[in-house]
């Protein structure tokens, strides 16, 4: 699908929640089945298993963010992907730029905005596309068994292209847990290495998150679920405080959730009440 079809709204794709449209949603609900086979190098020998159909696993990587939302230092980082995807990348003694094929956990665009930044990808690049499948949208996959799918279709690319190297990223919750593994056609130098890095992640900075505030604070970032009739319902809002802590809230009005779409809201001042309601002032 050309990209004008994928973000503009239309009869056959409604806006979901602003500014995604139903194609930039990740569907998991579909039957499909993955399967990926592991053996030694003696017993893909013994079963006369072609050589050139070998693929390696080199190293992998795991690590979580901050579990909840509101204690991330920033919505638009992830210090988990940052730190895990460059490690599995040292464990496999490869730099990003050695790396000739890529499968981005595509739930969101936002997702694969964020690891994309975090491991010095450019998105865009026609020579490197951020996933091998298609992405969760178009390939599929249910529920984290996309992954399943991920590496095997990375593993026929890298057969298909003999020496080349591939990276598979995955993530669950909301950006949170995430998980990483490099491959290649060839024998890597040593064993398989895995790391969990996840005290060095720990080690990032957080944000203060505020579950009962009252007070006026700057719109930090938004989002604006629409119903099935096209029309905007409400505002997620994260709001920072004074004292640059953070807080979660919810505006209902009609107006403000229309104002919300047509407008830029970041930076605009929000009156938020303890209950976690909101009205932007």
Not at 79 to 103: F, K, Q, T, Y
Not at 197 to 221: F, H, I, K, Y
Request: net charge negative; glycine share 10%.
């Amino acid at each position: 699908m050309p990209a004008e079809q994928i973000w503009q709204p239309g009869p056959d794709n409604r806006m979901i929640s602003w500014p995604y449209t139903k194609l930039m949603n990740s569907n998991n609900m579909v039957e499909q089945g993955a399967v990926v086979i592991i053996a030694s190098a003696e017993a893909a020998t013994r079963l006369k298993i072609p050589a050139e159909q070998w693929v390696f696993p080199y190293a992998g990587t795991d690590a979580h963010d901050t579990y909840a939302i509101g204690q991330r230092a920033e919505l638009h980082r992830s210090p988990a992907i940052r730190i895990a995807g460059r490690r599995a990348l040292e464990l496999s003694g490869l730099g990003i730029d050695d790396v000739g094929l890529i499968d981005i956990y595509s739930c969101f665009p936002s997702a694969v905005q964020v690891a994309a930044a975090e491991l010095g990808l450019p998105v865009g690049e026609p020579d490197r596309p951020l996933t091998v499948t298609g992405g969760l949208t178009f390939a599929g996959g249910p529920w984290n068994n996309y992954v399943t799918h991920s590496i095997g279709t990375m593993a026929e690319r890298l057969v298909e292209h003999p020496g080349s190297r591939g990276l598979i990223t995955a993530n669950g919750g909301f950006l949170t847990k995430h998980s990483f593994g490099v491959y290649g056609t060839e024998p890597p130098g040593g064993e398989f290495h895995w790391q969990d890095v996840q005290s060095e992640v720990d080690a990032e900075p957080t944000r203060t998150a505020l579950v009962e505030w009252d007070g006026v604070g700057t719109v930090e970032a938004w989002t604006t679920p629409f119903d099935r009739d096209g029309r905007p319902e409400k505002v997620f809002l994260a709001v920072r405080t004074p004292d640059d802590s953070r807080t979660l809230a919810v505006v209902t009005d009609a107006s403000e959730a229309e104002a919300s779409v047509r407008d830029d809201i970041a930076g605009v001042k929000a009156r938020v009440l303890s209950d976690g309601t909101a009205t932007l002032t």
